[in-house]
């Protein structure tokens, strides 16, 4: 079975690249990193019913596979390179049927990847529990990856695109889309089934950005991961959160910023940029077509603090948020 | 759960390496890969029930999942170097039972890990059905990994070790160990759960190997692959095969034969040398400590022939064994 199913996959991903010295078909693939550059690499599993609803449709089980592991390289400034693919498929499927799951996987996979001139390299498909575990490859010029670890006091919190589209998206799917009308329907479940990694803008803030992470938590745990890595605190405004207009329609303004804080599924980069160089870069981003929005700032201390509408702080533990903090 | 297991696996894996500029803890990892050589990388996933039996040790698994990753570099020349851990575990268990998992997982995953030096970089843990994703990164001098696709006409065939040990195991395990002296038991049983990844014969056999396989499914399935990259056929004497006391001691003849084709899970290296150069190479992985065997020849035509003691071919189609004929 291997060797068929990944050769399925290996079809429908065909890509050139002269660093490829060796791809699918061997042992091991074998691959040049150019030289004064230092290799990125990350590792992310999705599992059917844990981080897509059973059902989903393969093609954005390919894709999403994929994102959510670029969505890494995207937080370190990488640009992405090579990927090795790990499939289980159950037993229980007929040969057709997990032809068609491959077919479809690979078209959805390759969708994302072609336009990235990502080479899919390696692969091995095991008999199990429908779960796609894929490792990603980047490359950076040496010394310039984007860590958590740099964010200083006084620094601007930033965030790309909108928060909370796909948990507002799940939510919607699991209520059946009442009243939810077919436009935004459609936006928050692309938002959910096909996230967009943002390579374009975390290569654009390399050397600029003092600190980045991507949310794929949610946003207050995972701001949270960045500022225990800098050793620092933050304090962000629920009023400069970017919601969506679709978000805005299905869900009230509470439920929003809920799904804005600890939603998780964004795939969006928080970051953080020395005050004087925020509207150079804002504008940066806007020209890659990638808004960027202040939401805080960094503070002495740890933790993150946020603060509501009316000037107030939000009590965050009481929320039941807690697992971020400090 | 993710951070803090993840957390526990590095404690217990750490190992320095001036080429990890940053390893567990940031979005990805950033390597510096050494002027002059190639990055070689392979993935495998063990599910559990597939890979090994249900009920096996976590600290065997530990072992195991990067052994048979480590096989796939061994088999291309290659020096292991940095690996990444994708774990699924069952969130039917006690959270004081994952943490004894994994445990148990990352003290195997160091014991074949450690001495060589190799760093785990990053991880993932999600909810589902166990299964274990690693993804292996080693080292070659630019152009020197050792492929498939290079037997000639005339070349000898040799492999390390013994085969069928593993299968052997495993039956035993199943026919519950009726009648198997308790120092066979332990060595079929370490066969199969501590297979040793041929590391050392893989870099002696940089420029003097044709063309290189690990064998994981069973010989006559991967000298298959073998031959189909090298557009070679082969012929192999029964006589040769190198079997263990311990199979000879527990299986009869044909039964021994049938693990040593077919059984898989040996993890041995299944390799071609030009026949003068045979005596220096088998001399060299001796000195190493690792015994390789001459077991037929590589002949024009396609696919795998084997001759049995009398002289005759075996109808290996018969046998069941099409699978991995031409």
Known sequence: MEFDLIGRIRDRTAQLRDDVRLGIGDDAAVLAVPPDHELVMAIDTLVDGVHFPHGTAAADIG???????????????????????ALTLP???????????????AQGFAELALPLRLALVGGDTTRGPLAISVAVHGLVPAGQAITRGGARVGDTVLVTGTLGDAAAGLACLRDGHVGVQ????????DRLNRP?????AGIALRGRASACIDVSDGLLADLGHLCAAS???????????PLSPAVL??????????????????YELCFTVAEAEVSEVIGKLARGGCRA???GRIVKGEGVRVRDAGGGWLDIARKGWDHFAP
Not at 254 to 261: L, M, P, S, Y
């Open 63 to 85: 894709w999403k596979a994929l994102a959510v592991n670029l969505s890494d390289l995207a937080a370190m400034g990488a640009t992405p390179a090579w990927a090795l693919l």
């Open 249 to 266: 329609a299905v869900l009230d303004a509470t439920a929003a910023r809920d799904v804005a804080f600890a939603g998780g599924d964004d």
């Open 196 to 200: 967009t990694p943002r390579l374009a």
């Open 231 to 241: 050793a620092v605190g933050a304090e962000i405004e629920v009023a400069a959160l």
């Open 91 to 105: 037993p229980s499927a007929s040969a057709h049927a997990r032809t068609a799951f491959v077919d479809g996987f």
């Open 293 to 295: 929005t202040r939401i």
């Open 182 to 189: 077919p436009s935004e329907r459609a936006y928050l479940s």
